[in-house]
């Protein structure tokens, strides 16, 4: 199943509260962490560029991750949003074992 670690970031704490709730709510994600405010400096067409953002670290598995990206670029307000995914190597099997449970996709 594989557990990975995907993130992104976002322009301040409301978009990223936003897309935390929206990727938990689809089933996407087990946990969503937000970290404060960081300064991102970037090159962007051509220009040397600063922006102060908020990251997400988000726990999810590779089944889910094409849906999770979709995701993630519908809903984002960048044109192109950072989403790097991350493989979990090792991990505390209850923990991974949850991640796996919390993005089943789940029938009635």
């Not at 199943?1 to 709510?25: C, N």
């Not at 689809?26 to 220009?47: D, E, F, H, M």
Request: contains cysteine; hydrophobic residues 45%; glycine residues 2%.
């Amino acid at each position: 199943m594989g557990t990975i670690l995907v993130i992104s970031t976002l322009p301040d704490r409301d978009h990223a509260e936003k897309m935390a709730h929206f990727l938990i709510e689809q089933q996407l994600a087990a946990c969503v962490n937000i970290l404060p405010s960081v300064t991102s400096v970037y090159r962007w067409q051509g220009k040397v560029e600063s922006a102060d953002e908020t990251i997400l670290l988000i726990k999810t598995t590779m089944a889910r991750y094409p849906d999770l990206e979709a995701a993630i670029k519908d809903q984002h307000p960048y044109e192109l949003p950072e989403i790097i995914a991350v493989p979990v190597s090792s991990g505390l099997s209850a923990y991974l074992e949850w991640v796996a449970t919390e993005t089943s996709i789940k029938t009635n």
